[in-house]
């Protein structure tokens, strides 16, 4: 069964860091997001990515974050001067169509990120 | 804009039923259901489309209510499987916003 994957699994990183987080989405779907989840909290939304382009976005995904489809099959999530705060679990999602109201979204494992 | 869950938390034994509940402020056209196991990412487990359609999973359904803005998940004779916490996801402006989830913990 085809299943969305991220690496790495964790990324320990200095405050202050750039770190690159990486997806390889479902290899039909074509809406990709990209949510976080801070230990115990709930899973907020990022970020939805369409047709190389950034489809919505939250109010957390300040000026910091940035997406990228580099390749046909990578979905990157970069954050370019890493806060404390920043620590949370990192998923990954894709769907085959629509912009997630209609379709269900693929989760990734996740990618754990602790800022030191 | 996020869905409200209720309850918070709730504890079973093996076998009881019981009812998580979510609403929204705003205008809804689907709700989507998922389990999220400690340590492990979300599974989709329905979507309720407006106008009756659902896709769902077979132990467990959930009924939504257009005109109160409301979906509630019901999981009957629950086993130690299903704990976990429960989220409800609406897109009423587009993209999924999740509700603060459910922590169910189901008890032998």
């Known amino acids: 069964e085809p299943e969305v994957t991220q690496t790495p699994s964790h990324q320990v990183t200095q405050m202050g860091q750039e770190v690159i987080l990486r997806c390889v989405p479902i290899s039909n779907h074509l809406y990709f997001y990209w949510y976080r989840q801070i230990l115990g909290q709930k899973v907020e939304f990022l970020v939805s990515?369409?047709?190389?382009?950034?489809?919505?976005k939250s109010e957390i995904f300040d000026d910091q974050f940035s997406v990228e489809r580099p390749d046909g099959s990578n979905f990157t999530l970069k954050i370019r001067s890493t806060k404390l705060e920043d620590s949370a679990m990192y998923f990954c999602a894709s769907s085959e169509l629509g912009r997630g109201s209609y379709n269900e979204q693929f989760f990734g494992p996740g990618t754990r990120l602790t800022v030191l | 804009q996020q869905p409200v869950q209720s309850p918070q938390a709730v504890i079973l034994r093996e076998g009881e039923d019981a009812v998580i509940n979510c609403s929204s402020s705003k205008a809804l056209y689907s709700v989507h259901w998922y389990r999220q196991k400690h340590g492990e990412a979300p599974v989709f487990l329905m979507i309720l489309l407006k106008g009756g359609e659902q896709k769902g999973h077979e132990k467990i359904s959930a009924s939504f209510n257009e005109k109160k803005q409301q979906s509630s998940l019901y999981l009957t004779a629950s086993q130690l499987s299903y704990s976990g916490t429960y989220f409800c996801?609406?897109?009423?402006?587009?993209?999924?916003?999740f509700g603060a989830g459910t922590r169910l913990t189901v008890k032998p």
């Open positions: 996801g609406t897109a009423p402006d587009g993209d999924m916003r």
């Open positions: 990515f369409y047709n190389n382009e950034i489809s919505e």
